[in-house]
Structure formats: C-alpha cells, structure tokens
C-alpha cells in the first residue's frame, strides 16, 4: 500500500502502535523498579518499630550478657578483618541510605581476614565469637563506623584499639547487618526515632516519584521525520549544515581564476630626429598591471562561544548545568542530551538529574536503581 500523508494512512497506525508498545514497556519498568524501592522502604520502616531483643535469644551462645543487655540479631557466618594500613574513618551516623547496587563478594585491597565465627547484635555491643576468641565494639567506645559501598566489609574503631577491624559478611545478609546495627547504636544513644522519622520522609519523598502512564500516541501525531533515522535532530543538524555553508563560501576571498602572473610594460623613450629607429622585437605578449580586487568592509562573524563560568569538570553547555553543587535539576530542558551523553531511555527516568560512573547522565537521581547498568552513580547535575 502506498504511503500518504493523510491521517488514515497505513504507515501512521503502525507508528503509533510501535510509540505505544515503547512507552507501556517503560512505563511498566519504571513501575516495577519504584514498586521494588516502595516495598523496602516500607519493609525497614516496619523493622525500625518492632525491632526488639530479648535476653531469651542469646541462650545457647558463648556469651554472658549485662542485667540489662539483650540479643538482637544473630548471623552465623561472619568473618574478622583488620585493615593493615592507619586509617580514620568518618564518625558513626544514623544515615539510612537507599542501595547503590549490588555489592560484590570481594575483599577491599589492604583487608586480611584472622577469624571466623558468629556475628552477634546486642543492645549494648557488637560481638564476634570466632574460633580464636571473641571480638566486642561497644557502641559507646565506637569513634568510627565505614560501610563499604561495593563490599559487605563494614570497618569500626574504637577507642582502646589501635589498628581498625571489622567484619565481612554475605552479601545477601549484608544489607539487613548493617540496618539492624544501625537500629541498635540508635537505641544506644536513645535516637531510633529520628531512624524512623527519616524513613518516612524518605517514603513520602519516593512516593512523589511514582511514575504515570504515559499518554496514548495517535495516528495524526506522526510526522514525516520519523521517516529520517535520529528523526528531528537529524533534520536540525542537516538544516544548519545548510545555512552555514553557503555563507562560509560567500565570506571567502578565492584567488585570481585566471592563474596567470601579472607583468608590468617597461616604458621606453620616444625615437629623436637624428637618431634612426631600432627595431625592437618584442620579447613576447605582456599583460596590463591587474588592480587588485576592493577587500570587504564588513568585518568577519564572530564565533559564537559559551557562557564563561565554573562547571567543575561538566561538559560545555548554554544551559548553566555544572558539577559544582547547587540546586538538583528535575525537569531537564529538552537539550540536555545535546550536550550531556544521556543513557538510553532517559526521558523514563523520574528522579533528578545524577552523573554515572562511566560519564553519562541519568534522570534517575535518587532511585535505588540509579545508574545500575552504568557502574552506578558518580555525582549530582546542579544549576
């Protein structure tokens, strides 16, 4: 069948279906990764308050509690490290961060394994029972506290100890050790409802990122440019390709067509009466001395160039985004990928604007799965 440009043309539909097969299937990612996140915030919301021990628990392990301690968690496998070079880690916080991706089962460079035992939580220590003795933190001697973000290693100094030690865990019970550890040098410094408050502002502020359905694409929006392979940037690209070159040959000064070199007539006096007229035979056809051609007045176009201004290592860009640190840009404009490398499916994202780790740009700022398949998020976009 024929293509037209009526609205009832076969190649119209066929356009529509496939815009409206391409946003139900990001539509429905987008959802399922925003349900995912709402399900945990909510699973660590119910954790933080219920989360409670109880002196019943320890019974059976190699470990004599306080009149007023009691066991909160237990992990069986676990294993001792200790760092072998001085470091200072960050004082211990009650930061309930949202998962940067999968962590991967490997040991931090400079960290040795000594021991292996069990992991065990309790309201006022941790405790490793290992096969070489025992290990305590008390929460009240903890100086420092680093979880590894792409490791389950979590570091911990405190104060009548020397060199840094921790523990490496599964990486799939990782996530909860370091949550329930949280919980409980809260409860130790009696703040387990600032953890809960910060969840549910965390769960309010997901809750604004719930993705919509998209609108349904009809027949009478296609256009002729989707026809062109990268559609109307493609157009725009050929359009200024050709209003730029016919002025860059009209402001030119192309040399003399005629090629040939210009020779000046030698003047010659005029014969006297007395003296008898010389022959002279010319040396051969002499060109007039050729004017040259009135330069231009006009001055040359200046080279349009951006706006000077810090970007602390972002792209060049009219539209004020830098790396600096600022306000986040959740509403991109419509350019941004002309000067930003943006990951495929961009415009599905429903976050704020975040660097990945391997250069690209992502509207998925704040989302767990930020970044994922980019070696995960590097720093924020600001204006």
């Known amino acids: 069948m024929a293509k037209t440009d009526s609205t009832g043309s076969t190649w119209r539909y066929r356009w529509a279906h496939r815009q409206n097969v391409r946003r139900v299937s990001t539509y429905r990612g987008a959802e399922a990764a925003w349900r995912r996140r709402d399900d945990e915030l909510r699973r660590l919301r119910a954790l933080a308050a219920d989360f409670r021990g109880s002196a019943a628990a320890g019974a059976g392990l190699a470990l004599e509690l306080a009149a007023d301690e009691v066991v909160l968690w237990a992990l069986p496998a ?31 460079d400079g960290v040795r394994v000594t021991d292996a035992g069990m992991a065990v939580i309790t309201s006022r220590r941790l405790v ?68 809960v408050a910060q969840l549910d502002e965390q769960i309010a502020e997901h809750a604004q990122l719930k993705p919509f359905r998209p609108a349904a694409a009809t027949p009478g929006q296609a256009r002729l440019s989707s026809f062109v392979p990268g559609g109307r940037r493609t157009l725009a690209v050929a359009a200024a390709i050709a209003l730029l070159v016919p002025a860059a040959l009209i402001e030119s000064d192309p040399s003399d067509p005629t090629g040939g070199a210009e020779v000046a007539v030698a003047a010659t006096p005029a014969p006297t009466a007395s003296a008898k007229p010389a022959l002279i035979r010319p040396a051969g056809p002499a060109l007039a001395l050729k004017p040259p051609p009135p330069k231009s007045t006009t001055s040359p176009r200046p080279s349009p160039s951006a706006t000077p201004g810090p970007r602390c290592g972002a792209p060049e860009n009219p539209l004020g985004y830098d790396f600096c640190g600022g306000t986040r840009i959740r509403k991109p404009a419509a350019e941004v990928c002309d000067w930003f490398d943006c990951v495929p499916q961009f415009w599905a994202g429903r976050g704020y604007l975040v660097q990945c780790r391997d250069g690209s740009v992502s509207l998925a700022g704040g989302r767990s799965n930020a970044c994922a398949e980019h070696r995960g998020v590097r720093r924020t976009v600001t204006k």
């Open 78 to 108: 676990a294993q001792l490290v200790e760092v072998r070079h001085t470091t200072v880690l960050p004082a211990p916080d009650l930061t309930v961060a949202p998962r940067t991706g999968p962590l991967r089962p490997r040991r931090p």
């Open 128 to 195: 490793l029972l290992g096969g070489r003795g025992r290990r305590d933190w008390a929460y009240g001697r903890i100086t420092g506290l680093a979880h590894d973000p792409a490791a389950p290693v979590t570091l911990i100094q405190v104060l009548d100890r020397r060199r840094t030690s921790g523990l490496l865990l599964p990486t799939d019970a990782a996530p909860d050790f370091r949550f329930k550890l949280t919980l409980a040098f809260a409860d130790a410094i009696e703040q387990r409802a600032a953890v």
